[in-house]
């Protein structure tokens, strides 16, 4: 099973933005379609992104909205989720998932908080 570890959350106003980043250890990262969730306060965790194991196809979900960009670096090991245009229903902590293709999402990271302040 691949360990995973996000990174880069903070406190940020409205407008900014963030890059998170999940990094890989155990296995490569290179056989697995890679995801983003978040869970916001009192909130059940939803889907985010989602990116195939090439880099070559991107998922989305609505509320993205165009200002979200998934990405990866199989050399590095890593995953990454560039937020743009950050708004306060943002705010969530942020979960890196794996799974092969065709499974469901067996590894998670620890999670990052995501503060958007207004």
């Known amino acids: 099973q691949v360990q995973l570890v996000e990174s880069g959350g903070g406190l940020v106003q409205a407008g900014g933005s963030l890059r998170l980043s999940c990094a890989a250890s155990g296995r490569t990262l290179r056989r697995y379609v890679m995801g983003w969730f978040r869970r916001a306060p009192g909130k059940e965790r939803e889907f985010v992104a989602a990116i195939n194991w090439s880099g070559g196809s991107t998922y989305y979900a609505d509320f993205v909205q165009g200002r979200f960009a998934i990405y990866r670096d199989n050399a590095k090991n890593t995953v990454y989720l560039q937020m743009n245009s950050l708004k306060p229903e943002d705010t969530a902590v942020y979960y890196c998932?794996?799974?092969?293709?065709?499974?469901?999402?067996?590894?998670w990271g620890q999670g990052t908080q995501v503060t958007v302040a207004s």
């Open positions: 998932a794996a799974r092969a293709a065709g499974g469901s999402y067996g590894s």
